[in-house]
């Protein structure tokens, strides 16, 4: 069983900022794939941002370019997402994910969630 722990989730002003923080088990955590996914109240879940096993490889969903920004440690089995320049339509639940493929993950199909954390951004 793979164990992700989300945090930094809160509530910002538009135009602020927030980094998300997910913690995986130490021993396997640089084997995956991470990423990050939100759902927002009645909507579908939708992919956000994924990093390979060792961050040589990123992919940003459209929405999100030029503002947020996946990144990890695995000496700190920990991925990051940095989000800037928040706006309201970010409003949502933030969840990460784990899989031992880049494409699966990315996909929505992976092995492994966390539990969430809930990012609301005012304006």
């Known amino acids: 069983q793979v164990q992700l722990v989300e945090s930094g989730g809160g509530l910002v002003q538009a135009g602020g900022s927030l980094r998300l923080s997910c913690t995986g088990p130490?021993?396997?955590?640089?084997?995956?794939?991470m990423g990050w996914f939100r759902q927002a109240p009645g909507k579908e879940r939708e992919f956000v941002a994924a990093?390979?096993?060792?961050?040589?490889?990123?992919n940003n969903a459209d929405s999100v370019k030029g503002r947020f920004t996946i990144s990890r440690d695995n000496a700190k089995n920990t991925v990051y997402l940095q989000m800037n320049s928040l706006k309201p339509e970010d409003t949502a639940v933030y969840y990460c994910?784990?899989?031992?493929?880049?494409?699966?993950?990315?996909?929505?199909?992976?092995?492994?969630w966390g539990q969430g954390t809930q990012v609301t951004v005012s304006s």
């Open positions: 130490r021993d396997t955590f640089g084997s995956f794939a």
């Open positions: 990093i390979s096993w060792n961050g040589g490889i990123t």
């Open positions: 994910a784990a899989d031992l493929t880049l494409p699966t993950l990315v996909t929505g199909m992976s092995a492994y």
